[in-house]
Structure formats: C-alpha cells, structure tokens
C-alpha cells in the first residue's frame, strides 16, 4: 500500500512539471525569421570566420508590408574558392541538421557546393522547412588589375587576372511574403 501511495505521488509530481516545462517552451519559441532579424537588426556587416577563412559580409533584412521580417540575405565574396566551398557545404549540412530538406538530393560536399554554385550552371542550392526557404547561390567574376612594380633599375607593369567567388545565402518565410493583405492564389 505505501509503494501505491509512493508511486501516485512521484507520478503526479512528474506529470505537473512536464506541463509546466512544456508552457514555457511554448512561450519561449520564436520564429526563426523573428530571431535571425533581431540579431541582423542594424547590422549593415557581419564578419565571418571559418576555418581558413575570414569573410566580410554585407547583411540585408527585408520586411513586409506588415513592417515584419519577410527575408534575411547576406551576400560576401572571396578569392579562395576551396575554403567559400568547405564553409557553404558546411553551413548546408548544418541547415539539413536543423529539419531542412532538399528538394533534390544533393550531398553537401565541397567539391558539390564548386561544380554547382560556381560552375558553369550558376545553379542554387534550395532547402525547405515548412514555410522557411533556405537558399545559398553563387557565382564567379574575372578581375583583371594592372599592378605596377618599380624596381631599383627596371619598370615592369605586370597584368594580373584573378577570379572572385560570390556567394548569397537568404532565409525567407513564404508565410511572410506580401504579408496580412496577401491571398492565396487559386486555380
């Protein structure tokens, strides 16, 4: 009789703080559009370190009609297009972690994220959770600079060519997008 009366009272105890941990995780969840856009809120540049390679990003958060967060995008660009590779691949393996799925199966690796994003197809890597839209793209440009070099005797003027790796990562919530006046389309 007191194991009954034992068990009963560990039962109601267990069962009155699962609800109660389970009302604040309720209260505590924030989309993860509102979040991103809090921390980017007034932030026209973000540094971004990866092993190997440091980028400066330009960040930009878009809002709908409703003046609420519709999109985050951040766009950078580097010369080393092995190490931009390995930190995209990484950042799409850490999405697929977080619930996104791909449409079209791809692997994340870096030799992927190369032939893709700055091969010749300029393709775009989408991912999708619900309503979240994950998109990273790319692309490659040619510089070519004059570099000029005064050596104690001899003047050279050498050109040099070299290629800079773009690439934009975004972040939209479709249920967002045109916001309380928008309708759905029927057809």
Request: glycine share 4%.
């Amino acid at each position: 009789m007191k194991y009954i009366i034992i068990l009963t009272i560990m039962l109601l105890t267990c069962s009155v703080l699962f609800s109660q941990s389970k009302k604040q995780a309720k209260k505590s969840a924030k989309p993860e559009i509102d979040r991103l856009a809090e921390k980017y809120k007034n932030t026209p540049t973000v540094k971004i370190y990866s092993s190997g390679i440091e980028l400066e990003c330009s960040v930009e958060v878009n809002y709908n009609i409703d003046n609420k967060p519709e999109s985050i995008r951040i766009t950078g660009e580097s010369c080393d297009e092995n190490e931009l590779a390995f930190f995209l691949s990484q950042l799409i393996s850490q999405k697929e972690r977080q619930g996104y799925k791909s449409l079209v199966r791809w692997i994340p690796d870096k030799e992927t994220v190369k032939s893709v994003v700055f091969g010749y197809d300029k393709d775009t890597f989408v991912l999708q959770k619900g309503n979240m839209i994950f998109k990273v793209s790319g692309g490659a440009r040619e510089i070519n600079t004059y570099q000029n070099l005064t050596f104690p005797h001899i003047y050279n003027e050498l050109e040099r060519n070299f290629t800079v790796y773009t690439f934009q990562i975004e972040t939209i919530d479709m249920n967002r997008k045109g916001g309380r006046k928008a309708t759905k389309f029927d057809i």
